[in-house]
């Protein structure tokens, strides 16, 4: 008879939703240990992404096909809404007692939200307090997003057999999923800066350690990078798409269609970089004694080494590609990761288990 000597603790499902691709992880703890269960992505159709009605259904179907046929265990999950169902804000007001501070800020959103404040759910983070020659005031990012849409992820998991514990945002997972390395002696006064490069949006999300202090979704994404390739180049979407992942595969940077392809999107990427220097002259506003001290990319677009580094070098930041894996011990078989290359992508469904550990919701 074998017996297990070691407490294992599964945490949540982490369900993350994004523009084009849904990914879904869930981790368990052994003593000190943490271990991968269980990974799972699926492509979202085209007809998914702008018909919230078949989004549902998809992805209902694919959520109880993985409960079914996958190792995933338990059924209690945490959604991160997508970027482009949320309101994210940071707004300055003066100093109120807490039990004042969610009445205040609704009646400082008034008129400014793009739905009825009647059909929002509003929650804040207080990122501290701000001196200026006539009072001490908050710094508070707020996030809102409509009832409905929070409606339908629960119908969503709830279709697919799935109990959902906790919806979250993509700046909070990616900071859950980092808190840990962040809470080393030498980091938990850093500023760092994580780049989350994704489909639609760029996550612009900078902490003090383990402390969100700036969130900023920029909806400028690689869709749009590929869009200035295409007209330049006078290439279909496709194609482009196509070259790009040949570009991303090459090693040598002096091959034709590598140079062609980076030439092509110059202009964009400092499109991009402007909105990303934006926010940091935002964050100086707030913190000017604590600069940013390096960037980590992450999402499906930081596979893409060139694009991060031309990045990081523009914002004349000292930079790497983040990896959620880390401190993770790789599943025995299966999945959708690959223990030899860098995970960025993974960050946020990941984050979302973490953070239900770390809040002890797990």
């Not at 989004?55 to 970027?83: E, T, Y």
């Not at 100093?95 to 800020?105: E, G, I, Q, S, Y």
């Not at 339908?152 to 979250?168: E, Q, S």
């Not at 894996?325 to 025995?332: L, N």
């Amino acid at each position: 008879m074998r017996m297990n000597l070691f407490k294992v603790r599964v945490l949540p499902i982490g369900i993350d939703v994004g523009s084009a691709f849904v990914k879904v992880a869930q981790l368990q703890r052994r003593e000190d240990k943490l271990e991968l269960l269980e990974t799972a992505r699926v492509a979202l159709p085209e007809q998914c992404r702008q018909d919230n009605a078949k989004k549902v259904d998809f992805l209902a179907d694919f959520l109880r096909d993985l409960l079914k046929n996958r190792r995933f265990r338990g059924r209690r999950c945490i959604i991160s809404l997508p970027a482009s169902d949320t309101f994210l804000q940071h707004v300055k007001i003066a100093k109120v007692p807490t039990d004042r501070l969610a009445k205040t800020l609704r009646w400082e959103l008034e008129g400014k939200l793009p739905f009825k404040i009647d059909e929002a759910v509003i929650r804040h983070v207080v990122v501290g307090e701000v001196h200026n020659e006539r009072e001490v005031g908050l710094e508070v990012i707020v996030v809102a997003t409509r009832r409905e849409t929070v409606d339908m992820y629960l119908r969503m998991a709830n279709r697919g057999k799935l109990d959902v514990i906790g919806l979250d945002i993509e700046p909070c997972a990616i900071l859950e999923c980092f808190a840990r390395l962040l809470h080393r002696e030498t980091d938990r006064s850093r500023a760092t800066l994580f780049l989350d490069l994704g489909r639609s949006s760029t996550q612009v999300v900078i902490s003090h350690g383990p402390k969100l202090v700036f969130a900023r979704n920029i909806m400028y994404g690689s869709d749009k990078i590929d869009a200035a390739a295409a007209s330049a180049l006078e290439m279909s979407l496709e194609d482009v798409k196509v070259l790009r992942e040949k570009c991303m595969a090459v090693e040598d940077e002096s091959a034709s269609e590598f140079a062609l392809f980076y030439d092509a999107i110059g202009e964009a990427i400092e499109e991009q970089v402007s909105e990303i220097n934006k926010s940091l002259r935002y964050y100086e506003s707030i913190f000017p004694t604590r600069p940013v001290q390096r960037a980590i990319f992450l999402g499906g677009q930081a596979m893409d080494k060139r694009l991060c580094q031309t990045i990081a070098r523009r914002l004349n930041l000292p930079s790497q590609i983040g990896d959620p894996f880390v401190r993770v011990s790789p599943p025995d078989e299966g999945g959708e990761v690959d223990a030899f290359q860098a995970r960025p992508m993974w960050a946020v469904a990941v984050g979302l288990g973490l953070g239900a550990e770390l809040t002890n919701v797990a």
